[in-house]
């Protein structure tokens, strides 16, 4: 993975947490015609998180289940060739980060504004500052976007990861703005969304992963059954995807007929001593609050 991005999360961070009360929002309009097909392509893509198991210790709040809604089991990770809605809510996020060109992963999810991409908190904010030129094009095909290149307005994160980047609240959102007087969901479609819910379930994870041996050119999955992380509050698959799929959907309840699910988690991180296992966040009551302020935006 690149090094430039890469770093480790350590105690003294994940003790630097201080209280907010609202997840934060952030202007990110990019130039309309700044992503152009050759820096989509030339995007480094920002690692997983790399975490050091001190960094992990933490308790995420939960409040009651909600869901909102609008056989390749289990796989490590592979080019999706399934079809269904996944290939069009899935997307590339694209921004600039320290001034280099980086990518990240997404998805369009059901939300009042029907404009919200959910996605990592490291994908809109890292090393203490929010990304600019920040992007989203769905159904991305090695440089092409077939659906249009979604310029953000807005972006959030959890208050736990505008404060003190806590890697057990890696959660982001991007609302978009209109394309040619159309909103995201109306020309992708949207994939549900659920909070609270049991840790343990079948789920797939979907994401761009672009580090070796990946390329960034296709939308990847991994499938299987998910665990408690342990030392953190997060929950865990197997998964080989690497740095560009950060911030992939992963989905409980999904149909492969369909390409549809709901969406309880994101790639987020790996610890360095099991480098075969993706986690992502537990999505309990911050990631509800995120999500609540970024569908209002």
């Known amino acids: 993975m690149n090094r430039v991005v890469t770093r480790l999360v350590t105690l003294a961070s994940a003790l630097a947490l201080s209280v907010i009360t609202v997840p934060a929002a952030h202007s990110a309009a990019a130039p309309g015609s700044y992503w152009t097909p050759e820096r989509m392509r030339a995007a480094v893509p920002?690692?997983?998180?790399?975490?050091?198991p001190s960094a992990l210790r933490s308790t995420v709040p939960t409040g009651e289940p909600t869901t909102i809604a609008p056989l390749a089991f289990p796989n490590g990770g592979s080019a999706w060739s399934g079809g269904g809605a996944v290939v069009r809510t899935a997307g590339r996020v694209f921004f600039t980060y320290q001034g280099r060109n980086?990518?990240?992963?997404?998805?369009?999810?059901?939300?009042?504004?029907?404009?919200?991409?959910?996605?990592a908190g490291h994908c809109v904010k890292l090393d203490g500052a929010y990304h600019t030129n920040v992007a989203f094009v769905p159904a991305y095909d090695n440089g092409n976007a077939p659906y249009g290149?979604?310029?953000?307005?807005?972006?959030?994160?959890?208050?736990?990861?505008?404060?003190?980047?806590?890697?057990?609240?890696?959660?982001?959102?991007?609302?978009?703005?209109?394309l040619n007087g159309r909103s995201l969901t109306d020309v992708v479609g949207a994939q549900g969304i659920a909070f609270n819910l049991p840790r343990a379930d079948n789920t797939y994870a979907f994401g761009y992963p672009a580090a070796a041996p990946y390329d960034g050119?296709?939308?990847?999955?991994c499938s299987g059954r998910t665990f408690n992380a342990f030392l953190s509050d997060g929950i865990g698959m197997t998964c080989?995807?690497?740095?560009?799929?950060?911030?992939?959907?992963?989905?409980?309840?999904?149909?492969?007929?369909?390409?549809?699910?709901?969406?309880?988690?994101?790639?987020?991180?790996?610890?360095?001593?099991?480098p075969n296992w993706m986690f992502g966040p537990y999505f309990g009551a911050d990631a509800q609050n995120l999500y609540a302020k970024a569908q209002a935006a």
């Open 149 to 178: 290149t979604w310029n953000a307005r807005a972006t959030f994160a959890t208050p736990q990861w505008d404060a003190s980047e806590d890697i057990n609240y890696d959660i982001g959102a991007i609302v978009v703005g209109q």
């Open 240 to 274: 080989n995807m690497t740095g560009g799929a950060s911030g992939g959907p992963w989905f409980r309840a999904f149909s492969e007929a369909t390409g549809t699910g709901t969406v309880n988690s994101v790639n987020s991180y790996k610890i360095n001593l099991f």
């Open 46 to 52: 920002l690692d997983i998180r790399t975490a050091a």
């Open 217 to 221: 050119t296709k939308l990847v999955y």
């Open 102 to 119: 980086a990518s990240c992963s997404g998805n369009a999810v059901t939300s009042a504004n029907k404009s919200t991409v959910v996605t």
